[in-house]
């Protein structure tokens, strides 16, 4: 039965998950943006919660592990870059020798991310903005570090920011 089925367990927890449980509206998203810029100290955690309250529980980014692609033309994060750069994506400018990629082979990672592609989205006002949605993190493990670099994170979470 159709009605039985919107009612299962699954389709309302995605239903839930699907929707922010916060409604802010435009002027909301623009005083907590600008906030953030009158406080630098606090800027990148404030861009987040920008972020999650417009967003709410849905995926921020996806990483993918260069290591284990097993494609034949990408040895590591260089060529993966390479590639996803000839297809157009946009990077976060994070520094680097090539200027996006963080880490380094002495310290046991290295990663990039990709600028978080703009959406439309409309707020509880009825005001329709593109805002910035999820993004790609991109890493390369080097000696079985597993572990993830500090300042790293806070470069690769700019992919989010307002532009």
Not at 156 to 162: A, V
Request: aromatic share 6%; proline share 4%; glycine share 8%.
């Amino acid at each position: 039965d159709e009605a039985l089925a919107e009612d299962a367990p699954a389709s309302v927890l995605l239903e839930l998950l699907d929707s922010p449980p916060w409604s802010p509206s435009a002027e909301d998203d623009h005083r907590l943006r600008s906030a953030a810029k009158s406080e630098p100290a606090v800027a990148n955690a404030v861009e987040y919660a920008a972020w999650t309250l417009t967003h709410g529980h849905r995926l921020n980014h996806m990483t993918i592990f260069a290591n284990t692609l097993g494609l034949a033309n990408i040895k590591g994060l260089a060529d993966l870059n390479a590639l996803l750069q000839a297809e157009g994506m946009e990077f976060n400018p994070a520094g680097g020798n090539d200027g996006v990629t963080q880490g380094s082979l002495e310290v046991g990672l290295q990663q990039s991310s990709t600028r978080a592609d703009l959406i439309e989205h409309t707020f509880s006002c009825g005001t329709t903005q593109k805002i910035p949605c999820a993004f790609l993190e991109l890493i390369e493990r080097h000696d079985g570090f597993s572990g993830f670099l500090g300042q790293n994170a806070k470069g690769i979470f700019s992919s989010t920011h307002q532009r």
